[in-house]
């Protein structure tokens, strides 16, 4: 039976289908989660990020020259403010080199060989303890906070065969954490043992002035936007505001460049075989992607260089294979450039320890990559949650504490639940318009998981924790 239809109800029906048809107008046609809210800036201003300070301020001033014969001679000179609370009685530096000694690394076929002449603290000699990667130099003068101290490291080193990331292969050399990079401080230095699976070392933003001098025959290409080329066997090269600076070395390669904007694009292959074409139409893609989506590439130089394992450096990108193994095929190599090139923002930019939240940047590399696949290959985003319900562990744990399927939790678990938030709040409109934001929040700062998800929170309006339980762990007041 139909009941009679009174006036009043006609005018709540029509109101109310006025009011569906035009949210649905508005979710259709707008980004309709800000339609209903004041404009960014504005809804912002009352967010303070509380960033985790470094601890330190450092510049360094190194020279770097190579024999033909593969020995590296280095001089490095490092200024480092104490912009710590509490005052200093030593330094703690990483100096991963040596872990591919004979000593740390007797199964490496060509070993490192390492001797370090001479450590001075302002122009005086001072004793060290190198202990694996952890080099400990004691100050005599205790360093108090906003004071300065200049550290020169000389030491020479040759590249082992099949080490990572710090490697050689087949007349090509790999210069990636070369020279002792001072650890951050937080109540104490956060210097955490080495491991060959991911990245233990952490440090901060730093400028690098770097003095090369190579055989004839090589190319240099680096994290440092002014390298030319062909390259010259002698030069002067810098960064500023960089985690950390990367050197290759490479003799017979093949080499494309393009330019997007002021910004010059280039791919080097070792490999003749390889088709650069391929790879630097994508690398344009995403880059191109990524900076509208995100915020501006800070170089004017974006360089990949495929070969070794698929690895993030400021400026510069490798890509090859997978912690060593063998090349990976065309479609898999075009992804992780792609990856590599979202670290720029999530690592280069935006940094978190990579041993204690590596979740962090690796998590929303991916998140961001799958926003650009999803254009460029016109394919769904897919980050499925049902593929990793067999993992039970949470996804922000430091890296000693997996044992097995560490990457699948960083990587995989860690995006698909991350895309599972964002799914439920808007979608792929929403995770963009996010990553926009929390570039600009932190640029240059470090973020931990309390910081990201206290961000994450307050950008999507969402008070409790239980859109993260499960695969974070968080403290309760969070
Ligand atoms: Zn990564």
């Not at 009941?3 to 035009?22: F, N, Q, W, Y």
């Not at 309709?32 to 009352?46: F, G, M, Q, V």
């Not at 440092?224 to 500023?240: R, T």
């Not at 880059?287 to 510069?316: A, C, H, N, R, W």
């Amino acid at each position: 039976m139909v009941g009679k239809i009174t006036r009043g109800r006609i005018v709540v029906i029509c109101l109310a289908v006025a009011l569906i048809s035009s949210e649905y107008f508005l979710y259709k046609y707008s980004n309709w989660r800000y339609a209903y809210t004041e404009p960014l800036n504005k809804r912002y201003s009352d967010f303070l990020p509380k960033s985790i300070p470094p601890g330190n301020e450092s510049q360094y001033d190194i020279t770097l020259k190579m024999d033909p014969d593969g020995m590296f001679n280095v001089h490095s000179s490092i200024s480092i403010k104490n912009t710590s609370a509490d005052p200093w009685n030593e330094l703690v530096l990483y100096f991963i080199p040596n872990m591919f000694t004979e000593n740390n690394n007797p199964k490496l076929h060509e070993p490192s060989k390492i001797s370090i002449d001479r450590i001075s603290i302002d122009g005086n000699e001072a004793r060290f303890t190198l202990d694996k990667d952890k080099l400990t130099v004691p100050l005599n003068k205790e360093l108090v906070p906003n004071r300065v101290v200049v550290a020169e490291v000389s030491y020479q080193f040759t590249l082992p065969e099949g080490g990572l990331r710090f490697t050689k292969s087949n007349g090509n050399y790999y210069l990636a954490q070369w020279y002792p990079m001072i650890a951050t401080y937080r109540d104490g230095w956060n210097k955490r043992d080495f491991r060959l699976k991911g990245e233990t070392y952490h440090t901060a933003f730093s400028n690098f002035k770097i003095k090369y001098d190579i055989p004839k025959n090589f190319t240099i290409v680096t994290t440092s936007e002014e390298d030319l080329y062909p390259s010259k066997s002698q030069g002067h090269i810098e960064a500023n505001n960089a985690k950390e600076f990367f050197i290759a070395i490479l003799g017979d390669h093949q080499v494309v460049e393009k330019k997007l904007g002021n910004i010059n694009i280039r791919v080097f292959s070792v490999d003749k075989n390889k088709n650069l074409n391929d790879i630097i139409e994508i690398a344009y893609a995403s880059l191109e992607y990524f900076q509208k989506t995100i915020g501006p590439y800070p170089y004017k130089q974006l360089d990949i260089v495929l070969d070794e394992s698929g690895m993030e450096y400021p400026g510069i990108v490798t890509a090859n294979s997978i912690n060593g193994s063998s090349s990976i095929g065309t479609d898999a190599l075009r992804r992780m450039v792609v990856h590599e090139i979202a670290h720029q923002w999530f690592y280069g930019i935006i940094s978190n320890d990579p041993f204690t939240d590596a979740w962090l940047d690796e998590g929303i590399t991916e998140l961001a990559a799958g926003m650009f696949y999803s254009d460029y290959f016109d394919e769904d985003i897919a980050f499925e949650e049902e593929q990793y319900v067999h993992l039970p562990l949470p996804v922000n744990l430091p890296l000693d504490k997996y044992s097995k399927n560490q990457s699948s939790y960083i990587y995989g678990k860690s995006t698909a639940m991350l895309w599972k938030v964002f799914e439920q709040n808007g979608g792929k409109t929403t995770v963009e318009d996010f990553l926009k934001t929390y570039f600009n929040t932190y640029q240059y700062k470090e973020v931990d998981t309390k910081e990201f998800i206290r961000f994450l929170k307050y950008y999507l309006n969402i008070t409790d924790n239980s859109l993260f339980s499960g695969w974070l762990v968080l403290d309760d007041k969070e």
